[in-house]
């Protein structure tokens, strides 16, 4: 069983930018992938990044690609969000995953999820 849990959230203004942290506990060895999804009120859930523990390749939405980057520490057993540029509607819950094997962007595909961290970006 995995525990997840996120950090990092706040209020920034519109070309600011943030650090989310996603802290893994539990049984985290092996083969699996940690994606960071968000949600916005009234909105799907929808898939932003992903990094797989045991592989240096990363996904990316469309919508954030170029402005945020994924990165892990094992050693740490965490995964960051840094987001750069950011946006008004970049404004959601951002949630991080965990599920076995690699990367993914559908959430259902996910088997642990963490409680999320709210990003507000507004002047």
């Known amino acids: 069983q995995v525990q997840l849990v996120e950090s990092g959230g706040g209020l920034v203004q519109p070309g600011g930018s943030l650090r989310l942290s996603c802290a893994a506990s539990?049984?985290?060895?092996?083969?699996?992938?940690i994606g960071w999804f968000r949600q916005a009120p009234g909105k799907e859930r929808e898939g932003v990044s992903c990094?797989?523990?045991?592989?240096?390749?990363?996904t990316y939405s469309d919508s954030v690609k170029g402005r945020f980057t994924i990165s892990k520490d094992n050693a740490k057993n965490t995964v960051y969000l840094h987001m750069n540029s950011l946006k008004p509607g970049d404004t959601a819950i951002y949630y991080c995953?965990?599920?076995?094997?690699?990367?993914?962007?559908?959430?259902?595909?996910?088997?642990?999820w963490g409680q999320g961290t709210q990003v507000t970006v507004s002047s």
């Open positions: 995953a965990a599920r076995s094997g690699s990367c993914s962007n559908t959430p259902g595909s996910y088997i642990y």
């Open positions: 539990g049984t985290t060895s092996g083969y699996y992938a």
């Open positions: 990094i797989r523990r045991s592989e240096a390749g990363t």
